[in-house]
Protein backbone atom coordinates (compact mmCIF):
# COMPACT_ATOMS: atom_id res chain seq x y z
CA UNK A 1 0.00 0.00 0.00
CA UNK A 2 2.82 2.09 1.02
CA UNK A 3 4.69 1.61 -2.36
CA UNK A 4 1.39 2.34 -4.61
CA UNK A 5 1.28 5.91 -2.28
CA UNK A 6 4.40 6.69 -3.40
CA UNK A 7 4.25 5.49 -6.65
CA UNK A 8 0.95 7.85 -7.06
CA UNK A 9 2.77 10.80 -5.59
CA UNK A 10 5.92 10.15 -8.22
CA UNK A 11 3.41 10.26 -10.64
CA UNK A 12 1.33 12.93 -9.55
CA UNK A 13 4.79 15.45 -9.39
CA UNK A 14 5.82 14.14 -13.23
CA UNK A 15 2.61 15.12 -14.18
CA UNK A 16 2.38 18.49 -12.65
CA UNK A 17 6.06 18.97 -13.77
CA UNK A 18 4.91 18.08 -17.69
CA UNK A 19 2.16 20.40 -17.50
CA UNK A 20 4.33 23.26 -15.87
CA UNK A 21 6.61 22.55 -18.60
CA UNK A 22 3.94 23.06 -21.56
CA UNK A 23 2.72 25.54 -19.84
CA UNK A 24 6.25 27.61 -19.71
CA UNK A 25 6.75 26.76 -23.55
CA UNK A 26 3.02 27.78 -24.71
CA UNK A 27 4.21 31.33 -22.45
CA UNK A 28 7.29 31.42 -24.48
CA UNK A 29 5.40 30.66 -27.93
CA UNK A 30 3.02 33.53 -26.76
CA UNK A 31 5.69 35.97 -26.32
CA UNK A 32 7.21 35.08 -29.53
CA UNK A 33 4.16 35.60 -31.06
CA UNK A 34 3.25 39.05 -29.31
CA UNK A 35 6.79 39.69 -30.29
CA UNK A 36 6.49 39.24 -34.02
CA UNK A 37 3.34 40.96 -34.54
CA UNK A 38 4.47 44.08 -32.26
CA UNK A 39 5.80 47.59 -33.62
CA UNK A 40 9.57 46.70 -34.69
CA UNK A 41 11.88 49.08 -32.66
CA UNK A 42 15.79 49.76 -33.35
CA UNK A 43 18.15 49.67 -30.36
CA UNK A 44 21.89 51.11 -30.23
CA UNK A 45 23.92 49.96 -27.61
CA UNK A 46 27.06 51.17 -27.03
CA UNK A 47 29.75 48.22 -26.53
CA UNK A 48 31.83 48.04 -23.12
CA UNK A 49 31.37 47.28 -19.35
CA UNK A 50 29.59 50.67 -18.89
CA UNK A 51 26.23 49.38 -20.50
CA UNK A 52 26.67 45.68 -18.87
CA UNK A 53 22.65 45.84 -18.33
CA UNK A 54 20.83 46.41 -21.78
CA UNK A 55 24.21 44.24 -22.93
CA UNK A 56 22.71 41.50 -20.71
CA UNK A 57 19.37 42.37 -22.11
CA UNK A 58 19.98 41.75 -25.59
CA UNK A 59 22.17 38.62 -25.43
CA UNK A 60 19.95 37.00 -23.03
CA UNK A 61 16.91 38.55 -25.09
CA UNK A 62 15.09 39.98 -22.42
CA UNK A 63 13.65 42.36 -24.60
CA UNK A 64 11.81 40.43 -26.40
CA UNK A 65 10.90 38.22 -23.66
CA UNK A 66 8.73 41.11 -22.68
CA UNK A 67 6.93 41.36 -26.27
CA UNK A 68 9.12 43.68 -28.17
CA UNK A 69 9.74 43.14 -31.68
CA UNK A 70 13.07 44.40 -31.47
CA UNK A 71 16.10 44.86 -34.03
CA UNK A 72 19.30 45.63 -32.83
CA UNK A 73 22.09 48.02 -35.15
CA UNK A 74 25.55 46.58 -34.19
CA UNK A 75 27.06 47.82 -31.38
CA UNK A 76 29.32 51.37 -31.21
CA UNK A 77 32.35 52.24 -29.79
CA UNK A 78 30.59 54.91 -27.74
CA UNK A 79 27.34 56.28 -26.15
CA UNK A 80 27.68 59.43 -28.53
CA UNK A 81 27.25 57.21 -31.28
CA UNK A 82 24.75 55.50 -30.22
CA UNK A 83 22.89 58.78 -29.42
CA UNK A 84 23.90 59.75 -32.46
CA UNK A 85 22.45 57.11 -34.65
CA UNK A 86 19.45 57.67 -32.67
CA UNK A 87 18.79 61.67 -33.53
CA UNK A 88 19.48 60.55 -36.95
CA UNK A 89 16.66 58.15 -37.26
CA UNK A 90 18.79 55.25 -37.59
CA UNK A 91 17.60 53.64 -33.84
CA UNK A 92 15.01 54.10 -31.70
CA UNK A 93 16.47 53.69 -28.27
CA UNK A 94 19.89 54.57 -27.71
CA UNK A 95 22.38 54.01 -24.35
CA UNK A 96 24.66 57.79 -24.15
CA UNK A 97 26.34 58.97 -20.50
CA UNK A 98 24.65 62.46 -19.71
CA UNK A 99 27.46 64.29 -22.04
CA UNK A 100 26.42 63.95 -25.12
CA UNK A 101 22.56 64.36 -24.14
CA UNK A 102 24.28 67.70 -22.27
CA UNK A 103 25.58 69.30 -25.30
CA UNK A 104 23.40 68.22 -27.43
CA UNK A 105 20.32 69.93 -25.16
CA UNK A 106 21.90 73.59 -26.47
CA UNK A 107 20.77 72.85 -29.73
CA UNK A 108 17.26 70.62 -30.01
CA UNK A 109 14.94 69.80 -26.55
CA UNK A 110 13.15 66.72 -28.71
CA UNK A 111 14.67 63.80 -26.71
CA UNK A 112 14.65 62.66 -23.14
CA UNK A 113 15.95 60.33 -21.02
CA UNK A 114 13.65 57.80 -19.40
CA UNK A 115 16.21 55.41 -17.22
CA UNK A 116 19.97 55.56 -16.04
CA UNK A 117 20.59 51.95 -15.56
CA UNK A 118 24.23 52.11 -14.07
CA UNK A 119 26.85 54.75 -12.43
CA UNK A 120 30.22 55.20 -11.51
CA UNK A 121 33.00 56.77 -10.43
CA UNK A 122 35.44 54.80 -12.42
CA UNK A 123 33.98 54.54 -15.76
CA UNK A 124 36.93 56.32 -17.46
CA UNK A 125 40.74 55.97 -16.70
CA UNK A 126 43.74 57.87 -17.81
CA UNK A 127 46.11 55.54 -19.42
CA UNK A 128 49.70 56.73 -19.77
CA UNK A 129 53.25 55.62 -20.65
CA UNK A 130 55.51 55.07 -17.89
CA UNK A 131 58.63 56.58 -19.81
CA UNK A 132 56.80 60.33 -20.74
CA UNK A 133 57.07 60.47 -16.52
CA UNK A 134 53.29 60.37 -15.73
CA UNK A 135 52.39 59.02 -12.58
CA UNK A 136 49.32 60.87 -10.67
CA UNK A 137 47.49 63.43 -11.94
CA UNK A 138 49.71 66.67 -11.76
CA UNK A 139 52.27 64.72 -13.96
CA UNK A 140 50.07 65.22 -16.73
CA UNK A 141 50.88 69.27 -16.99
CA UNK A 142 52.79 69.90 -20.19
CA UNK A 143 52.35 66.54 -21.49
CA UNK A 144 49.88 65.90 -24.58
CA UNK A 145 47.00 63.82 -23.80
CA UNK A 146 44.17 62.11 -25.97
CA UNK A 147 40.57 62.52 -25.37
CA UNK A 148 36.92 61.55 -26.98
CA UNK A 149 35.29 65.44 -27.55
CA UNK A 150 32.09 65.63 -26.47
CA UNK A 151 32.24 62.28 -24.65
CA UNK A 152 32.73 61.21 -21.33
CA UNK A 153 36.24 61.44 -21.76
CA UNK A 154 36.38 65.36 -22.46
CA UNK A 155 34.38 65.91 -19.14
CA UNK A 156 36.79 63.94 -17.70
CA UNK A 157 39.93 65.75 -18.76
CA UNK A 158 38.04 68.93 -17.50
CA UNK A 159 37.32 67.81 -14.23
CA UNK A 160 41.51 66.31 -13.79
CA UNK A 161 42.46 69.84 -15.24
CA UNK A 162 40.13 71.63 -12.47
CA UNK A 163 41.15 69.28 -9.78
CA UNK A 164 45.16 69.94 -10.08
CA UNK A 165 44.72 74.05 -11.06
CA UNK A 166 46.38 73.14 -14.22
CA UNK A 167 45.30 75.60 -17.43
CA UNK A 168 44.45 74.19 -20.53
CA UNK A 169 47.20 76.13 -22.26
CA UNK A 170 49.71 74.23 -19.79
CA UNK A 171 48.50 70.88 -21.31
CA UNK A 172 48.12 69.78 -25.46
CA UNK A 173 44.67 67.93 -25.56
CA UNK A 174 44.11 66.09 -29.01
CA UNK A 175 40.84 65.19 -30.05
CA UNK A 176 41.17 61.47 -31.50
CA UNK A 177 38.14 59.17 -32.37
CA UNK A 178 37.58 56.65 -29.41
CA UNK A 179 38.29 53.59 -31.07
CA UNK A 180 41.54 55.10 -32.04
CA UNK A 181 43.03 56.11 -28.73
CA UNK A 182 44.62 52.52 -27.70
CA UNK A 183 46.49 53.25 -31.06
CA UNK A 184 47.50 56.49 -30.28
CA UNK A 185 49.05 55.95 -27.10
CA UNK A 186 50.61 52.72 -28.24
CA UNK A 187 52.37 54.70 -30.72
CA UNK A 188 53.48 57.50 -28.99
CA UNK A 189 51.12 60.22 -30.77
CA UNK A 190 50.15 61.35 -26.69
CA UNK A 191 51.69 60.89 -23.47
CA UNK A 192 48.09 59.19 -22.45
CA UNK A 193 44.78 58.74 -23.19
CA UNK A 194 41.18 59.40 -20.94
CA UNK A 195 39.22 56.25 -22.42
CA UNK A 196 36.54 53.86 -20.98
CA UNK A 197 36.33 50.37 -20.79
CA UNK A 198 37.13 48.21 -22.89
CA UNK A 199 39.50 50.94 -24.68
CA UNK A 200 41.44 51.44 -21.95
CA UNK A 201 42.53 48.17 -21.25
CA UNK A 202 43.15 47.54 -24.93
CA UNK A 203 45.61 50.92 -24.68
CA UNK A 204 47.53 49.28 -21.32
CA UNK A 205 47.91 45.95 -22.89
CA UNK A 206 49.20 47.35 -26.42
CA UNK A 207 51.53 49.19 -23.81
CA UNK A 208 52.76 46.56 -21.96
CA UNK A 209 54.96 46.74 -19.01
CA UNK A 210 55.60 50.60 -19.74
CA UNK A 211 51.40 51.21 -19.27
CA UNK A 212 50.46 53.36 -16.36
CA UNK A 213 46.87 53.61 -14.48
CA UNK A 214 46.41 57.25 -13.01
CA UNK A 215 43.94 57.72 -10.28
CA UNK A 216 40.99 59.22 -11.26
CA UNK A 217 38.80 57.72 -8.48
CA UNK A 218 35.58 60.26 -7.59
CA UNK A 219 36.38 63.12 -9.28
CA UNK A 220 33.26 62.64 -11.87
CA UNK A 221 30.26 60.30 -11.31
CA UNK A 222 29.21 59.12 -14.66
CA UNK A 223 25.52 57.79 -15.56
CA UNK A 224 24.35 56.00 -18.39
CA UNK A 225 21.12 56.29 -19.70
CA UNK A 226 18.38 55.11 -22.01
CA UNK A 227 17.33 57.66 -24.58
CA UNK A 228 14.39 58.22 -26.66
CA UNK A 229 13.07 60.79 -29.03
CA UNK A 230 10.15 62.27 -27.29
CA UNK A 231 7.66 61.18 -30.60
CA UNK A 232 8.57 57.61 -29.87
CA UNK A 233 7.69 58.02 -26.14
CA UNK A 234 4.52 59.74 -27.05
CA UNK A 235 3.21 57.47 -29.23
CA UNK A 236 4.80 54.29 -27.45
CA UNK A 237 4.48 54.69 -23.71
CA UNK A 238 3.98 50.77 -23.28
CA UNK A 239 7.06 50.23 -25.49
CA UNK A 240 9.21 52.20 -23.01
CA UNK A 241 7.62 50.65 -20.16
CA UNK A 242 8.45 47.15 -21.37
CA UNK A 243 12.02 48.03 -21.99
CA UNK A 244 12.26 48.85 -18.19
CA UNK A 245 10.93 45.80 -17.08
CA UNK A 246 13.64 43.79 -19.44
CA UNK A 247 15.93 46.11 -18.27
CA UNK A 248 15.00 44.67 -14.40
CA UNK A 249 15.20 41.12 -15.68
CA UNK A 250 19.18 41.87 -16.97
CA UNK A 251 19.48 44.32 -13.57
CA UNK A 252 18.80 41.26 -11.20
CA UNK A 253 20.05 38.79 -13.53
CA UNK A 254 23.62 40.53 -13.37
CA UNK A 255 23.00 40.56 -9.29
CA UNK A 256 21.77 36.88 -8.74
CA UNK A 257 23.99 35.29 -11.51
CA UNK A 258 26.95 37.15 -11.38
CA UNK A 259 29.68 34.43 -12.56
CA UNK A 260 26.94 33.50 -15.80
CA UNK A 261 26.40 37.70 -16.68
CA UNK A 262 30.55 38.17 -16.52
CA UNK A 263 30.52 35.06 -19.32
CA UNK A 264 28.00 36.86 -21.36
CA UNK A 265 29.75 40.43 -20.69
CA UNK A 266 33.12 39.02 -21.62
CA UNK A 267 31.99 37.23 -24.74
CA UNK A 268 30.06 40.60 -26.32
CA UNK A 269 31.90 42.82 -25.37
CA UNK A 270 35.74 41.11 -26.05
CA UNK A 271 37.51 41.08 -23.06
CA UNK A 272 39.09 38.50 -20.93
CA UNK A 273 37.45 37.16 -18.16
CA UNK A 274 39.70 37.73 -15.72
CA UNK A 275 39.39 41.11 -16.55
CA UNK A 276 35.97 41.90 -16.71
CA UNK A 277 35.40 40.19 -12.70
CA UNK A 278 38.60 41.95 -11.61
CA UNK A 279 36.52 45.78 -12.45
CA UNK A 280 32.63 44.31 -12.22
CA UNK A 281 32.35 46.24 -8.87
CA UNK A 282 33.55 49.77 -9.94
CA UNK A 283 29.88 50.10 -11.16
CA UNK A 284 26.59 50.03 -9.82
CA UNK A 285 24.06 48.80 -11.75
CA UNK A 286 20.68 50.32 -10.66
CA UNK A 287 17.73 51.49 -12.57
CA UNK A 288 16.95 54.95 -11.22
CA UNK A 289 16.32 58.38 -11.96
CA UNK A 290 18.15 60.31 -9.34
CA UNK A 291 18.64 64.02 -8.18
CA UNK A 292 22.11 63.77 -8.86
CA UNK A 293 21.71 62.82 -12.66
CA UNK A 294 20.14 66.70 -12.42
CA UNK A 295 23.10 68.13 -10.64
CA UNK A 296 25.71 66.30 -13.12
CA UNK A 297 23.82 67.65 -16.16
CA UNK A 298 23.25 70.92 -14.83
CA UNK A 299 26.96 70.85 -14.03
CA UNK A 300 28.70 69.75 -17.23
CA UNK A 301 26.01 72.26 -18.43
CA UNK A 302 27.68 75.15 -16.89
CA UNK A 303 30.99 73.58 -17.88
CA UNK A 304 30.58 73.19 -21.78
CA UNK A 305 29.56 77.39 -21.32
CA UNK A 306 32.69 78.44 -19.40
CA UNK A 307 34.79 76.14 -21.61
CA UNK A 308 33.32 77.89 -24.66
CA UNK A 309 31.83 74.63 -26.47
CA UNK A 310 28.22 76.11 -26.47
CA UNK A 311 27.61 80.01 -27.47
CA UNK A 312 24.54 79.72 -25.10
CA UNK A 313 25.11 81.50 -21.60
CA UNK A 314 21.69 79.73 -19.88
CA UNK A 315 21.55 76.41 -18.67
CA UNK A 316 18.84 74.47 -19.74
CA UNK A 317 16.04 73.19 -17.27
CA UNK A 318 17.23 69.03 -17.38
CA UNK A 319 13.66 68.32 -16.02
CA UNK A 320 12.51 68.47 -19.52
CA UNK A 321 14.88 66.19 -20.79
CA UNK A 322 13.84 63.44 -18.33
CA UNK A 323 10.62 61.50 -18.84
CA UNK A 324 9.76 59.37 -15.68
CA UNK A 325 6.01 57.86 -16.17
CA UNK A 326 7.38 54.67 -16.80
CA UNK A 327 9.61 54.18 -14.35
CA UNK A 328 7.64 55.35 -11.97
CA UNK A 329 4.59 53.27 -13.13
CA UNK A 330 7.22 50.17 -12.85
CA UNK A 331 9.40 51.22 -9.48
CA UNK A 332 8.01 54.55 -8.03
CA UNK A 333 10.68 54.77 -5.19
CA UNK A 334 13.42 54.66 -7.78
CA UNK A 335 12.54 58.24 -8.95
CA UNK A 336 13.64 60.94 -6.73
CA UNK A 337 13.77 63.99 -8.77
CA UNK A 338 13.06 67.34 -6.80
CA UNK A 339 10.74 69.33 -9.50
Known sequence: MKRR?????????????????????????VQARIAANA???????????LTILPVIAREKKFFESEGLNVRYTPYYASGKQSFDAMLSGSADISTPATTPVVLKSFERNDFSIFLTFTTTYRGVKIIAVKKRGIRTQSDIKGKTIGYARGTISHVMMESLLANNKIHENEIRL?????????EAVSAGTVDAVAVWEPLASRAAAKLGPEAVYVPTADI????LNLVAMNVFIAKNP????????????????????????????SKAVGLD??????????????????????ITMEDEAEWAI???????????????????????RFRPEAVTLIK
Not at 39 to 49: C, F, L, M, Q, S
Not at 238 to 264: F, G, L, T
Not at 306 to 328: D, R
Open 174 to 182: RDIPPELLP
Open 238 to 265: DIIYRIIRAMARAEIYSRENKDEAQEIV
Open 5 to 29: MISIFILALIAFGGTAVVHRTKSLS
Open 220 to 223: YRIA
Open 306 to 328: NAGITNKTEVPNYLHFIYAGALK
Open 273 to 294: IAFVRRIWNDYVHRLVLDQQLI
Open 39 to 49: RPITIAIAKGV
